[in-house]
C-alpha cells in the first residue's frame, strides 16, 4: 500500500459512511443555469490565463453557459479580493466566484504578504458573505511550478479551482434544502 492509497478519498469508504449515518451530503459539478465570476490577476498573466482556460473548459463540460461567466482581471493576487467581494456582494451576486492568480516567491520580496492577504481575503468574503469564493491563486517557488500547475491537462488547478466551485454551490444549496 502506497501513502497516497492511504490518504486519498476512497469513494467506497464514503458510501459506507452514508449507511450509518441520518444525513450524508456530497456536493455534484452540474453547472446549468450558474452564474460565475473569474477574478483573475493579470501579474504573471501568462499563467493566469492558461488558468482562465482550464477553468472556461470545465465550466463548459458542466453546462455552465458561457453567457453566464464574467471574467475581470485585477492588477495582481493583491487586489482580488475586493474585486470578489464586489461579485459576492453587489446588486447582482453571482452564484460563486473562482480566483485565479499566480504568486510567485522567486519574483517577490513580498511574497508572503501577497499571497497570505489574497488568501486571507478570499476566505473572508465568502465566509461574510455565504457565497463560495474558490481559492485558484497558485502560490509557487518557481515560474517552473507555476507552468507545471497550470497545463492544458486534468492536473490545471483553475479546473480544479472550477470544480470546487460547482461543488460548493452544489453542497450549499442541498444544505440550504434548494
Ligand atoms: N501579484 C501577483 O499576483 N503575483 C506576484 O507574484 C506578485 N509579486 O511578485 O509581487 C504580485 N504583486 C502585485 C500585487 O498583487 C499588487 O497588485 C500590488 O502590490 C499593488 O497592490
Same mark, same amino acid.
Given at each position: ?5 492511504? $490518504?486519498?478519498?476512497? =469513494? ?8 450509518? +449515518? ?16 473569474? #477574478? ?23 453546462? #455552465?453557459?458561457?453567457?453566464? +461567466? $464574467? /471574467?475581470?482581471? /485585477? =492588477?495582481?493576487?493583491?487586489?482580488? =479580493? ?8 453587489? =446588486?447582482?451576486? #453571482? ?7 499566480? /504568486? ?17 481575503? +478570499?476566505?473572508? /468574503?465568502?465566509? $461574510? ?9 497558485? $502560490? ?12 492544458p491537462d486534468e492536473t ?23
Amino acid at each position: 500500500m502506497t501513502s497516497s492509497d492511504q $490518504t486519498e478519498f476512497d =469513494p467506497l469508504r464514503g458510501e459506507a459512511i452514508r449507511g450509518v +449515518v441520518g444525513t450524508y451530503l456530497e456536493g455534484g459539478h452540474d453547472g446549468r443555469g450558474l452564474r460565475i465570476a473569474i #477574478v483573475a490577476g493579470r501579474f504573471n498573466g501568462g499563467i493566469t490565463t492558461r488558468l482562465i482556460d482550464g477553468a472556461l473548459a470545465t465550466l463548459d463540460e458542466a453546462g #455552465v453557459s458561457r453567457s453566464d +461567466v $464574467t /471574467v475581470a482581471w /485585477v =492588477p495582481g493576487a493583491y487586489e482580488i =479580493p475586493m474585486m470578489a467581494l464586489a461579485f459576492a456582494d453587489g =446588486p447582482f451576486p #453571482v452564484d460563486a466566484v473562482i480566483t485565479l492568480g499566480a /504568486v510567485i516567491r522567486g519574483d517577490t520580496g513580498h511574497y508572503d504578504i501577497v499571497a497570505g492577504e489574497s488568501a486571507r481575503g +478570499v476566505q473572508d /468574503v465568502q465566509l $461574510t458573505t455565504g457565497v463560495p469564493v474558490i481559492f485558484g491563486v497558485l $502560490t509557487t517557488n518557481t515560474v517552473e511550478q507555476a507552468l507545471e500547475r497550470s497545463l492544458p491537462d486534468e492536473t490545471n488547478k483553475g479546473r480544479e479551482a472550477a470544480l470546487t466551485a460547482l461543488e460548493m454551490v452544489s453542497l450549499l444549496r442541498q444544505r440550504s434544502g434548494r
